[in-house]
């Protein structure tokens, strides 16, 4: 079982940068794959970024591709989304999730562990 908080969301301008990061409790973090969602008021959860259980492979949502980067540090238990580039667009709360899929999974099904969330605001 795996534990998630995330932290860095907040209030940027169009076109500034956020880094959102993700800790994991417990000492298996490096078994599972971590995603990036977001959710808007009044629209579903959307996938943004996954990325592989070594940090060796990532995919991204065709939104985001370009703008975003995930990345992980198994040493720390945390995982990251480097948000450059936003738009208003971006604006959602943002939730890391893990799940033990092999394929790239961007369905929220995939994930068994969520965590709570940090909202991002982009201002126009």
């Known amino acids: 079982q795996v534990q998630l908080v995330e932290s860095g969301g907040g209030l940027v301008q169009a076109g500034g940068s956020l880094r959102l990061s993700c800790a994991a409790s417990?000492?298996?973090?490096?078994?599972?794959?971590m995603g990036w969602f977001r959710q808007a008021p009044g629209k579903e959860r959307e996938f943004v970024a996954y990325?592989?259980?070594?940090?060796?492979?990532?995919y991204y949502a065709d939104s985001v591709k370009g703008r975003f980067t995930i990345s992980r540090d198994n040493a720390k238990n945390t995982v990251y989304l480097q948000m450059n580039s936003l738009k208003s667009d971006d604006t959602a709360v943002y939730y890391c999730?893990?799940?033990?899929?092999?394929?790239?999974?961007?369905?929220?099904?995939?994930?068994?562990?969520w965590g709570q969330g940090t909202q991002v605001t982009v201002s126009s």
């Open positions: 999730a893990a799940g033990d899929a092999v394929i790239i999974a961007t369905l929220p099904r995939y994930y068994g562990y």
């Open positions: 990325i592989r259980r070594s940090g060796d492979s990532t």
């Open positions: 417990g000492r298996t973090f490096s078994r599972y794959t």
